[in-house]
């Protein structure tokens, strides 16, 4: 799709779970957004004004910002005044185990919009990242305007002064995105302070949260430091989870008990800590500062081990039988979502039906074909909550998704229950 110059006002790269609301909250504001992603077929089903995954109400936000003219998608960036990336920033496992940050569809996405950019233009970093990233993104951008320049193919590269850099990272909530999109305070980190200035005014066209203004560095911290306290705070209790296992105390109880205290607040513990976010952002501090984040380390190693304990409760279970049928209730690493990435829920199920210690029926209601992890995986299969129920010796409750805690008790008689939610009680 070819577009001129400025007719639109922001084009954002990556069309996912942060992209797309970002990208339809903009046009629903009225401003011209044209949003890019690499998967043909995501490009459309956004055109047509539907969604690639489920979030709710998202839907009729889409519908509304395409069908009003103001959203529109292609393969490819096109010029505008504003460029936003979301895109993904995974990690890689090093030859000692070390979690490594992949920051190559950060810097793909740099080069990507390279031609487009003018000096005045914004680029915003919103993936998280670890500390520097947004630096690099303005060195890529700059090295790939550099190399036009020396095709013929750009007549001048320009310098980081006459662009605005800025890392905004979103702070939201799968199955609540929308309402926290708007609602949410943000912070503006600028590699220049007029950087800061000008995002803080784009995101003030729907953020009803106050937007704070700082360093691109400190941004980049902040999002990383929400997380890591969380997953420390989670591996505290599934630390004690353990803990209770080998005392034969119920650790639901437990907590409950030591909330009363009016200064402590202990978190649920579970089988694991999954999405894109918790389970991935602690890994980036450790990575930057090795010898210092010693106990954001631990709390992802405690979390990280937690879904092998899971899976030899039910190892340990299923050897008691002959020939067992295990039901695993969720596979998203969530409830009421369909999100299964970096999902404790999904790796307990491939684990056990590696293992081999029985047949194993996967539910999850909010999917409705296997997921790909499950494709050519011996001896499990997803299959409803009535079948999982009705046949199976052992049922792990793994996600605490409504349709599960409405389950008659009834139905769980004469079955091993492994609980990981606490909710089954």
């Known amino acids: 799709m070819k577009a001129e110059f400025q007719s639109y006002d922001v084009c954002v790269i990556g069309l996912g779970y942060i992209g797309l609301p970002t990208a339809s909250i903009f046009a629903t504001r009225g401003l011209k957004v044209f949003g890019v992603d690499v998967r043909a077929d995501v490009v459309e089903i956004i055109n047509g004004g539907g969604l690639h995954f489920h979030e709710p109400d998202l839907d009729v936000i889409v519908r509304a910002a395409v069908g009003s003219g103001n959203l529109r998608a292609g393969t490819t960036p096109v010029a505008a005044r504003t460029f936003i990336l979301a895109v993904p920033t995974p990690f890689s496992v090093g030859p000692k185990g070390e979690k490594i940050p992949d920051l190559s569809f950060v810097e793909q996405a740099s080069r990507a919009i390279a ?3 003018e000096p005045g233009n914004l680029v915003i970093l919103e993936s998280t990242s670890p500390v520097g990233t947004t630096e690099l993104m303005r060195d890529w951008l700059l090295d790939e305007r550099r190399k036009l320049v020396a095709a013929g193919r750009l007549a001048l590269a320009g310098t980081g002064e006459q662009f605005l850099f800025a890392h905004c990272p979103e702070r939201v909530l799968p199955g609540n995105m929308l309402k926290e999109l708007v609602s949410n305070d943000r912070i503006a980190g600028g590699l220049t302070p007029e950087a800061g200035r000008v995002a803080k005014e784009l995101y003030l066209r729907f953020c009803t949260g106050e937007i704070f203004v700082t360093d691109a560095r400190t941004a980049e911290m902040a999002k990383l430091t929400e997380n890591s306290f969380r997953d420390v705070n989670i591996a505290f209790a599934n630390e004690l989870s353990l803990i209770c296992d080998h005392l034969g105390i119920d650790v639901w109880e437990l907590i409950r008990l030591a909330n009363r205290h009016p200064r402590v607040k202990i978190l649920q513990p579970g089988p694991g800590v999954g999405g894109h976010c918790i389970a991935v952002d602690p890994w980036f501090i450790v990575h930057s500062a090795p ?12 979390n990280d081990a937690k879904p092998h304990h899971i899976v030899a409760r039910v190892r340990a279970a299923a050897a008691k039988l ?55 995986v011996e001896r499990v299969a997803l299959v409803s909550l009535d079948e999982a129920l009705r046949r199976a010796d052992i049922v792990v409750l793994l996600v605490n998704h409504r349709q599960f805690l409405a389950v008659d008790r009834a139905r769980l008689a004469g079955k091993i229950v492994i609980d990981t939610r606490g909710v089954w009680r």
């Open 115 to 117: 031609p487009f950019v």
């Open 291 to 302: 010898e210092v984040s010693r106990l954001i380390r631990t709390a992802r190693e405690v």
């Open 322 to 376: 002959n020939q067992p049928v295990i039901a695993c209730l969720g596979l998203a690493f969530k409830a009421d979502i369909d999100d299964l990435r970096e999902s404790p829920a999904m790796e307990i199920t491939l684990e056990i039906a590696r293992s081999g210690a029985g047949e194993v029926l996967a539910v999850e209601p909010h999917v409705t074909t296997p997921p790909k992890a499950l494709v050519g």
